[in-house]
């Protein structure tokens, strides 16, 4: 099946002038355009795309995706190095992943924080609560921060 530009862009969820600035930048070198020039898109295309969205919802730049497709051009001569960038996004990913959820949970720490402050009226019960009286969920979070905070105290005092 054949899609414009305005058909692909809605299915991949993205604005159609994505898809002409991944033209211009030469990463669709694979579109076929018909006779008068307009871009068509088939579900090959469609794949390739969710490919090339991957690569930049994972921190690839522009730059860095078209190099891909020229790998992908080279066939079966590039397939280790496009396996080893295919790692490395992954990993980059699970690391981003990591990162927000100790963002998440920060974010969980702080909400009970000030509920329970607001709770209590003022802030002086919740500071003054040891380890222990802070509900499980929230103390490794609160060790941690309590930690990275000596660290850095240890660190300006050597």
């Known amino acids: 099946m054949l ?12 604005p159609a002038s994505t898809l002409r600035y ?13 006779n ?19 690569l930049k919802k994972s921190g690839l730049t522009i730059k ?14 590039s397939i280790s190095d496009r396996l080893e960038l295919f790692r490395s996004r992954r ?4 690391k981003q992943i990591q990162d927000m959820q100790e963002t998440l949970e920060l974010l969980k720490f702080k909400c ?3 509920e329970q402050a607001i709770q209590d009226g003022t802030e002086d019960k919740v500071k003054a609560m040891t380890i222990d009286e802070i509900p499980e969920q929230y ?9 990275i905070h000596q660290n850095n ?5 050597d």
């Open 64 to 77: 860095d995706i078209k190099t891909f497709i020229e790998m992908a051009e080279k066939g079966d001569e």
């Open 112 to 114: 009970w924080y000030y």
């Open 3 to 14: 899609y414009t530009i305005g058909e692909m862009a809605k299915i991949l969820g993205i």
């Open 139 to 147: 103390r490794n979070v609160k060790l941690k921060m309590k930690n």
């Open 91 to 94: 990993n980059a990913v699970k």
């Open 36 to 54: 008068s020039g307009i871009r068509m898109f088939t579900d090959k295309d469609y794949e390739w795309l969710t490919v090339i969205e991957c």
């Open 153 to 157: 105290n240890n660190k300006n005092n």
């Open 22 to 34: 991944y033209d211009k930048e030469g990463l669709l070198p694979f579109v076929e355009r018909s």
